[in-house]
């Protein structure tokens, strides 16, 4: 046919307005919210590194808001969160498993960094954080286990290799923030279950030594 209409692939903000627009139809109000939305389109478009796919994101928010229900169910949720779309992204995408196995060998300290993360972006909710605060978290999880906590030098130094190992995924400047700070997120995987794996591995490498 002489007349082709080419879809090009959806970029992050486009499939935003896609998300928000089905969640309105789908979801009670206030049961999904913005940072849900935001998270599934940084995952999924193709400005970020994926396939643009609106599909793949309107599945990935489906089988999250089914999660979230069979959760609310047994009481344990009153809303779809950032913990549900990471666990569906798991199940679906087996090759972070890889990175999860990737992480018995890791220094002490890059796993004390790399637990902070984990335990800041648990605390805020955000997928992503400020390197400062993942530092201040990083001192408190020192203190907790008897560790002499590194500089700020050496901690950059740890997410930097993090980050080349696809384990973390960090961005310069943030939306709405002044400055040029680092922050850091964790992709797709669900926090808890990793957290129990690398508080494991902290406890090992602490005896062994």
């Known amino acids: 046919?002489?007349?082709?209409?080419?879809?090009?692939?959806?970029?992050?903000?486009e499939l935003y307005d896609?998300?928000?627009?089905?969640?309105e139809l789908a979801f009670y109000p206030g049961v999904v919210?913005?940072?849900?939305?935001?998270y599934?389109?940084?995952?999924?478009?193709?400005?970020?590194?994926?396939?643009?796919?609106?599909?793949?994101?309107?599945?990935i928010l489906h089988a999250a808001g089914k999660l979230a229900d069979k959760e609310m169910g047994e009481g344990r949720a009153s809303r779809v969160t950032l913990n549900h779309v990471r666990a569906v992204f798991l199940?679906?995408?087996?090759?972070?498993?890889d990175i999860i196995d990737g992480l018995h060998y890791l220094p002490l300290h890059e796993l004390l960094v790399l637990k902070s993360?984990?335990?800041?972006?648990?605390?805020?909710?955000?997928d992503f954080v400020p390197i400062?605060?993942?530092?201040?978290?990083?001192?408190?999880v020192c203190a907790e286990v008897g560790e002499k906590a590194r500089g700020h030098t050496k901690v950059y130094m740890y997410v930097m290799d993090l980050k080349n190992r696809g384990i973390i995924i960090t961005k310069t400047g943030m939306k709405g923030r002044r400055g040029r700070?680092?922050?850091?997120?964790?992709?797709?995987?669900?926090?808890?279950?990793?957290?129990?794996?690398?508080?494991?591995?902290?406890?090992?490498?602490?005896?062994?030594?």
């Not at 993360?117 to 909710?125: G, M, P, R």
Request: charged fraction near 30%.
């Open 33 to 38: 919210g913005d940072e849900v939305l935001e």
């Open 91 to 97: 199940q679906e995408y087996s090759s972070i498993v």
């Open 132 to 140: 400062g605060m993942v530092e201040n978290t990083y001192r408190e």
């Open 117 to 126: 993360v984990i335990l800041t972006l648990a605390k805020t909710s955000s």
């Open 40 to 59: 599934i389109a940084r995952l999924t478009g193709v400005d970020v590194g994926g396939d643009g796919n609106a599909r793949k994101a309107l599945a």
């Open 18 to 23: 896609i998300l928000r627009d089905r969640t």
């Open 181 to 209: 700070s680092t922050y850091i997120g964790f992709g797709a995987a669900p926090l808890e279950p990793l957290l129990k794996k690398i508080n494991k591995l902290i406890r090992d490498k602490r005896l062994v030594r």
């Open 1 to 13: 046919m002489k007349n082709i209409v080419v879809f090009n692939p959806y970029k992050s903000r």
